[in-house]
């Protein structure tokens, strides 16, 4: 099964920062710059749920509990996603997912990258 491989969680503290990245498999390096792609997120116990997602055309969207906080980007070129996280926050703690074509049952999701943030 195809995926889109993520890295860059961690454990932190309250009010610092992660980089997460997302990148593309070979085998859909050539439809990836159209695709939207989005970042989602699940808590233990709770539904996923749509962090962000950036457009083709680099138009955003965050779920309000990020705005002003999360900041998220592409660079086609590289076939990668990014997301930063600033000024976290314990109810940042979950499973960051990546997703490349709007989450539906034919898009591709990534394995899964985990943050902590504790004290």
């Known amino acids: 099964q195809v995926r889109l491989v993520e890295s860059g969680g961690g454990l932190v503290q309250p009010g610092e920062s992660l980089r997460l990245s997302c990148q593309a498999p070979r085998s859909i390096l050539s439809t990836f710059a159209p695709l939207t792609v989005g970042w989602y997120r699940q808590a233990p116990g709770k539904q996923r749920e749509l962090v962000a997602e950036i457009t083709s055309n680099s138009r955003t969207t965050y779920a309000d509990s990020v705005k002003d906080r999360f900041t998220i980007r592409r660079d086609n070129s590289r076939k990668t996603v990014y997301l930063q996280l600033t000024n976290l926050k314990s109810e940042d703690t979950a499973v960051y997912y990546c997703?490349?074509?709007?989450?539906?049952?034919?898009?591709?999701w990534g394995q899964g990258t985990q943050v902590t943030v504790s004290s």
């Open positions: 997703n490349a074509g709007g989450g539906g049952p034919s898009s591709t």
